[in-house]
């Protein structure tokens, strides 16, 4: 199989990290202390189409092949130092911009993917609860018949984008004797519904850019046609989501990690210790060696599970390998770049201390490290 970039592929991925370097890093240190979300910074990545990089150009997509995503996706991981906008634009784009392209009415894609792709609307998927977190089959809001419409009543917790969402995702259960699958409905929700509260907001160890939070649906009714997909079709909305949120968002680990790498060996080069530079010796030398081949590993995976969504009826192993592998990868190669600066790489004004707190919730968002093992160990018929 051949990733080689086509030269269209190849300006894309330069141009990208040519933005992304020139215009997101802009007082990164003081954002994440200070736990702001950019919208400026939004819009402009809205303005070279990042919010809609596989919506069709009809809807004001960019209408790119996964693949082509997933580079462009790494290039902005590359050369995008904050880990919360980069967090917050996948979390948008995976988890509401393509269920919307994959599932929605022509109405619903009228009225909501050109908003969705230029920006001036943020995107949410809400399916998290408080007491289910990786079991969504305990979930318990609940939406019920009112006439033409539903009548939503129940919470979400750590949804990302919540606290400035303007649209989002809602997965609510609709008939509790059928389960998750054909028991629960996807919604498409806007903040503005009488009903829609976002809740408080939450501090957290990393990604601290992005917004994450609370949102509660009391008495909330919605039309017929806010339905996403089919009544009681949700799990298929859902699946969708992970399958393109774990291939795709795994790509902007993957360029982050070849910027860890990069970092590691700039400095194993330049600091001098006991009269040499501390890339000499072995010990150093071996852990980025180790880094470098996690690097090439996690993107021929990422790529060929990004392949795979436009090319097999079903990507999810592929998914789940892709998101446990090359998340863990990251996790990995940013504590050893903190290891390797020593007490400088404890300092905020390195950044790479950023980077392994950001990391940390790579294992733990769109399902954790031991739910893909689960999921892969299930296709192996275990």
């Known amino acids: 199989m051949d990733f080689s970039y086509s030269p269209e592929q190849k300006q894309l991925r330069e141009n990208v990290v040519r933005f992304a370097q020139g215009s997101l890093n802009v007082d990164v240190i003081d954002r994440d202390r200070e736990q702001v979300f950019s919208r400026e910074l939004w819009r402009e990545c809205a303005k070279i189409g990042i919010q809609g990089l596989p919506a069709p150009e009809a809807y004001g997509g960019t209408g790119l092949d996964a693949l082509s995503c997933s580079i462009v996706l790494e290039a902005l991981g590359y050369g995008c130092r904050d880990g919360g906008l980069v967090f917050s634009l996948c979390a948008h784009l995976l988890a509401c911009v393509v269920p919307v392209w994959r599932h929605g009415s022509d109405e619903q894609k009228q009225r909501y993917l050109s908003g969705l792709c230029d920006g001036s609307l943020i995107g949410a998927h809400a399916i998290t609860e408080p007491?289910?977190?990786?079991?969504?089959?305990?979930?318990?809001?609940?939406?019920?018949?009112?006439?033409?419409?539903?009548?939503?009543?129940?919470?979400?917790?750590?949804?990302?984008?919540?606290?400035?969402?303007?649209?989002?995702?809602?997965?609510?259960?609709?008939?509790?004797?059928?389960?998750?699958?054909?028991?629960?409905?996807?919604?498409?929700?806007?903040?503005?519904?009488?009903?829609?509260?976002?809740?408080?907001?939450?501090?957290?160890?990393?990604?601290?850019?992005?917004?994450?939070?609370?949102?509660?649906?009391?008495?909330?009714?919605?039309?017929?046609?806010?339905?996403?997909?089919?009544?009681?079709?949700?799990?298929?909305?859902?699946?969708?989501?992970?399958?393109?949120?774990?291939?795709?968002?795994?790509?902007?680990?993957?360029?982050?990690?070849?910027?860890?790498?990069?970092?590691?060996?700039?400095?194993a080069r330049t600091r001098q210790q006991f009269g040499q530079a501390i890339g000499k010796f072995q010990a150093v030398s071996h852990k980025i060696a180790d880094m470098k081949v996690q690097?090439?590993?996690?993107?021929?995976?990422?790529?060929?599970?990004?392949?795979?969504?436009?090319?097999?009826?079903?990507?999810?192993?592929?998914?789940?390998?892709?998101?446990?592998?090359?998340?863990?990868?990251?996790?990995?190669?940013?504590?050893?770049?903190?290891?390797?600066?020593?007490?400088?790489?404890?300092?905020?004004?390195?950044?790479?201390?950023?980077?392994?707190?950001?990391?940390?919730?790579?294992?733990?968002?769109?399902?954790?490290?031991?739910?893909?093992?689960?999921?892969?160990?299930?296709?192996?018929?275990?």
Request: charged fraction near 20%; aromatic fraction near 8%; proline fraction near 2%.
């Open 131 to 267: 007491d289910s977190g990786s079991d969504t089959f305990a979930m318990r809001t609940h939406a019920e018949r009112d006439g033409d419409g539903w009548r939503i009543n129940g919470s979400k917790t750590f949804i990302s984008n919540g606290p400035v969402a303007d649209i989002a995702v809602v997965f609510a259960v609709t008939d509790a004797a059928k389960g998750f699958h054909g028991g629960v409905t996807a919604f498409l929700v806007e903040s503005e519904t009488p009903g829609f509260t976002s809740g408080q907001k939450f501090e957290k160890l990393g990604l601290r850019t992005s917004p994450v939070g609370e949102l509660v649906f009391d008495d909330m009714y919605v039309p017929a046609s806010a339905v996403l997909g089919q009544v009681g079709g949700g799990a298929a909305v859902f699946a969708t989501a992970m399958d393109w949120e774990r291939c795709l968002l795994v790509a902007c680990h993957v360029g982050t990690i070849e910027r860890l790498l990069e970092t590691s060996i700039g400095y």
């Open 295 to 382: 690097l090439e590993a996690a993107r021929l995976l990422a790529y060929r599970a990004a392949w795979r969504l436009d090319n097999l009826r079903n990507a999810s192993l592929d998914a789940a390998m892709a998101k446990l592998m090359v998340s863990e990868s990251l996790l990995k190669t940013a504590l050893e770049t903190v290891h390797l600066h020593g007490g400088y790489g404890f300092m905020v004004e390195y950044e790479v201390e950023r980077a392994l707190r950001d990391a940390v919730g790579a294992t733990i968002y769109s399902g954790t490290s031991e739910m893909q093992r689960s999921i892969i160990a299930r296709w192996l018929g275990l």
